[in-house]
């Protein structure tokens, strides 16, 4: 399976993967296989429920949106809030974590390779999407600029920081 995930470039793999891969509807014991294996060393544990071929060289400079895109297959979300912001310039602040709205529930992950947090927005989930696109690169959908500053206003999130910035890019603190 191993080989197959590095032939295939693939790098992040989950149970329904492993089960599937096996022809197993026995998810317990490939549940106690993938823990004997982590403890081997033969794969990674990455977080709850999602695992890592070390053997692959295919993790990539994006490969925490990567993880959140599989921590979320069925839920909408995009980048924004603190992370964005930081990656703009509008916050001088550099987050610990990727920052994303989701449809889905608040959540916070700690995986080998950083924090992802998820954060519900009650905003309908068929226009959750307007103000965002699709980065390629990255894998995943992520906010404007306009929407993320909407963002940490509707869920009151770094205001401060936002704000601080705006008026030492005004000139108002006399730096």
């Not at 492993?18 to 549940?31: E, G, I, M």
């Not at 297959?73 to 990656?87: A, D, G, H, Q, R």
């Not at 001088?92 to 974590?97: A, E």
């Not at 307007?130 to 993320?148: H, I, S």
């Amino acid at each position: 399976m191993l080989d197959f995930l590095e032939k295939n470039k693939e790098w992040l793999f989950d149970i329904n993967f492993v089960c599937k891969y096996l022809r197993s509807d026995n998810t317990q014991a490939v549940k106690i296989d993938l823990s004997r294996f982590c403890k081997a060393g033969l794969i990674e544990r990455v977080a709850k429920g999602l695992y890592g071929n070390p053997r692959t060289n295919e993790r990539g400079v994006f490969h925490l949106e990567k993880i959140a895109t599989y921590l979320r297959p069925k839920t909408t979300f995009y980048l924004s809030l603190e992370y964005l912001l930081s990656e703009e310039g509008l916050i001088s602040q550099i987050p610990n974590r990727l920052t994303f709205i989701t449809s889905g529930r608040s959540q916070t992950f700690f995986t080998k390779y950083g924090i992802l947090e998820y954060t519900h927005t009650s905003r309908d989930k068929h226009t959750l999407l307007d103000n965002c696109y699709f980065d390629k690169v990255k894998g995943l959908w992520v906010a404007t600029t306009e929407q993320a500053i909407d963002d940490i206003y509707r869920h009151n999130r770094a205001v401060d920081l936002y704000e601080e910035q705006q008026a030492k890019d005004r000139g108002e603190y006399g730096y």
